[in-house]
């Protein structure tokens, strides 16, 4: 099997894995970003989320050898990525309580706003699918809320 060449927070990459691998290992067990984690190995919780050409995807469930020449985003980008504002509001209205689902909310959140500029509470709703078990959704959209009108 010939090495898979992709693109990672605009570092150009090559991983020997095996084809089958799904991102969400290749980024955490090949190159250490454990940023997006592991949650429900099915693509239902969201914990995985990251930027595949743009848009969310749920990283369990992506096969490396689908990813060949195209770029990722991870939470170690995200910032980088236009994401900044977004985080400091996460963190400014208390958003996290134990975290865990943190990043693929973000990552998803970022993608609503890239899609949506202005989204209403339904749009968030729908777009916002990732599972937290502590509950924190009324704080996400107030951040999500907030991050439209700051950027507006």
Not at 35 to 60: E, M, P, W, Y
Not at 108 to 122: G, I, M, R, S, Y
Request: charged fraction near 20%; glycine fraction near 8%.
């Amino acid at each position: 099997m010939a090495p898979v060449r992709f693109r990672v927070n605009g570092k150009p990459l090559s991983v020997d894995a095996d084809p089958s691998t799904p991102l969400l290992w290749v980024l955490r067990d090949h190159l250490g970003m454990t940023g997006t984690k592991f949650g429900c190995g099915i693509a239902q919780c969201g914990a995985c989320t990251v930027h595949l050409n743009g848009d969310a995807v749920r990283s369990c469930q992506v096969p490396l050898e689908s990813i060949a020449d195209a770029s990722v985003t991870t939470i170690e980008a995200l910032a980088t990525n236009g994401g900044a504002h977004l985080q400091q509001l996460w963190a400014e209205l208390n958003v996290p309580q134990c975290g865990y689902c943190q990043a693929g909310m973000l990552m998803a959140a970022a993608d609503l706003l890239k899609k949506t500029p202005k989204p209403t509470d339904e749009d968030i709703d729908g777009a916002m699918t990732n599972i937290c078990r502590c509950g924190t959704y009324p704080r996400v959209r107030a951040a999500i809320h907030r991050a439209a009108e700051k950027a507006a």
